[in-house]
């Protein structure tokens, strides 16, 4: 399996290469939200992540949204989820 290669656009990699770097991301992002609560308030939520960008997603149906009397929650999963996607607005 040692010659197994991937093309990209920009390069190419061994296949060890691509899985190495592929399970080194995923043990980032596993240690960086660990600690995370399952919901976060919309406060929080604009302070973590930015007002705008929060506001932008629950504009397009990309939120979970859990209403409570004075108070407005997120799923801090789906938030985690969107900010890790590159957008391209233009």
């Known amino acids: 399996m040692n010659n197994i290669q991937m093309q ?3 390069k190419v990699v061994t296949y060890d290469t691509f899985l190495n770097d592929l399970a080194s991301r995923l043990l980032l992002m596993i240690k960086q939200d660990k600690d995370d609560a399952e919901y976060v308030s919309q406060r929080q939520a604009f302070k973590m ?9 629950d504009k397009k149906g990309k939120l979970t949204t ?15 989820t ?9």
């Open 8 to 10: 990209f656009a920009d």
């Open 66 to 80: 859990r209403k409570r009397p004075g108070k407005i929650e997120y799923l801090t999963a789906e938030l985690r």
């Open 49 to 57: 992540f930015g007002k705008g960008n929060v506001l932008r997603w």
């Open 82 to 90: 969107l900010q890790r996607i590159e957008q391209d607005y233009f």
